[in-house]
């Protein structure tokens, strides 16, 4: 069941892998300003994208409790939810400038940014959309598909970067605008190919995909009790990592396009593992939907120990051949402004490759409690240790040139011991096993297969 997920993470992956390889051939420029534009866009949608997603939660556990057909209704909640959200990021757009202001980056990069963060925004609606959509298809355990429609959506995405950004076969030469429509284009493509599949006969039919078009208050109710604290937590996840970035653009360019690049690799071994948390959230949802705590504790430990042997191997990579991940951002570009920027990613990859072994746990873990409703805990543990361990320690480094590079490589330790800290929590809290008890569908109504009998007894009449 996973596989299909990991190749569509990956899909994702390798599409703003070479978006930000384009963006480097370009301009330096344009590549320093895709990280931090981009997160802080991704920031703002992803409370919503947190919380419409978390219906694959919803739909693994109607599924395993055999309620389909409660199973249409409940993606129209994520629905008419996405939309509301779509709307209010339109309001953004006009702040964007000061957005930007308040990061204090150079303003070769903030101009990009700004351009970057405008266009990002419009593509809110189909993220939003496909996102809710994907689960009806993931929480039956159907990931092909979403595999399908998302492969669709990365080449039509790196075919347009290639186009729009350079200008190549007579489109216009547009840079940074280029890359952010292809990924608004891109992604609406993948939104109504999403729709239509949701919407065919068979879906009708058997799961109420379109008479479960409405609204039902109760329902609504219970996505925005468990969602909510998912998608905050998503939210709060990305914002203490933006202001990371945005922290580290304040040493100076090359440390910030360096991280830009170390993250940017780091999510090679990152998005795969969240086609494994994805998998194990609805496997864990369908085991408890069935009441079968044991197979959702089982799913568990079979996902950890595959991702730990993955994410172990790439580890060594980053540790003992960087180069073999650098060269694609630096084939094309400039030697004579990349080799300080190549020796300074090298060492923070050795970072990357410590924290990785704990995302592991991380991803694992947090999947697992996901898939039972324990939405809450992720929520608060996360939000405690992102602040108090990471961007907190970072600023005051960054703020007072703690050690080398201006408090660049005591940030970054930060980092490392924030993604580790969340995983042994968060296994902790597996093991208390509080989760097993847990469901976030309403319990069906008991009915028995027969009424019984009423006895009778004849009476003589006086």
């Not at 540790?319 to 923070?348: M, R, T």
């Amino acid at each position: 069941m996973a596989f299909p997920l990991v190749l569509s993470t990956s899909a994702h992956t390798t599409q703003m892998f070479v978006d930000r390889m384009f963006l480097t051939w370009h301009s330096n420029d344009t590549m320093s300003a895709a990280m931090p534009a981009g997160i802080l866009s991704f920031t703002f949608v992803s409370f919503f994208m947190g919380t419409v997603g978390y219906v694959n939660t919803f739909v693994a556990q109607y599924t395993g409790a055999q309620r389909p057909k409660r199973v249409g209704t409940a993606i129209w909640q994520g629905i008419f939810l996405s939309i509301a959200g779509a709307a209010l990021m339109l309001f953004l757009l006009p702040a964007a400038p000061t957005l930007f202001d308040w990061m204090g980056h150079d303003k070769s990069v903030r101009v990009h940014e700004v351009v970057y963060f405008k266009i990002m925004c419009l593509s809110a609606a189909p993220v939003l959309v496909s996102t809710t959509i994907s689960g009806f298809f993931t929480g039956r355990s159907k990931t092909w598909t979403v595999l399908i429609v998302n492969s669709i959506g990365t080449v039509i995405n790196i075919v347009l970067d290639w186009l729009l950004i350079f200008g190549n076969y007579s489109f216009p030469q547009m840079g940074i605008a280029g890359a952010a429509w292809a990924t608004v284009i891109a992604g609406t493509v993948s939104a109504v190919i999403y729709v239509w599949l949701f919407l065919r006969k068979e879906q009708r039919v058997n799961f109420n995909t379109l008479s479960g078009a409405r609204f039902e208050p109760d329902l609504f109710k219970r996505l925005i009790r468990y969602g909510v604290p998912n998608g905050v937590q998503f939210m709060l996840d990305i914002l203490a990592f933006t202001m990371f970035v945005a922290l580290i653009g304040r040493i100076n360019k090359m440390s910030l396009m360096a991280s830009n690049i170390a993250f940017q690799i780091n999510s090679l071994a990152f998005m795969p593992m969240i086609g494994f948390s994805i998998a194990l959230t609805v496997l864990v949802g369908q085991a408890l939907g069935k009441n079968d705590p044991k197979t959702a504790q089982r799913s568990t430990w079979s996902a950890f120990y595959m991702t730990s042997v993955y994410m172990s191997l790439i580890a060594l990579g980053f540790w003992f051949i960087p180069e073999l991940f650098l060269y694609p951002f630096f084939v094309k570009a400039d030697p004579l402004q990349i080799n300080q920027i190549a020796e300074l990613a090298k060492k923070l990859l050795c970072f990357v490759a410590f924290y990785s072994l704990f995302d592991t746990g991380n991803l694992i873990f947090s999947g697992a409690l996901k898939g039972a409703g324990d939405t809450r805990f992720i929520m608060i543990i996360s939000m405690t240790l992102s602040w108090i361990v990471m961007v907190v320690p970072s600023a005051l480094a960054i703020t007072y040139q703690w050690g080398a590079q201006g408090g660049l490589y005591v940030a970054w330790f930060c980092a490392a011991a924030y993604v580790s800290f969340l995983a042994v929590a968060f296994f902790l809290r597996f093991q208390q096993g509080k989760w097993k008890s847990m469901r976030v569908i309403e319990t069906a109504p008991v009915i028995p297969h027969a009424v019984p009998e009423i006895p009778t007894a004849e009476v003589d009449a006086p």
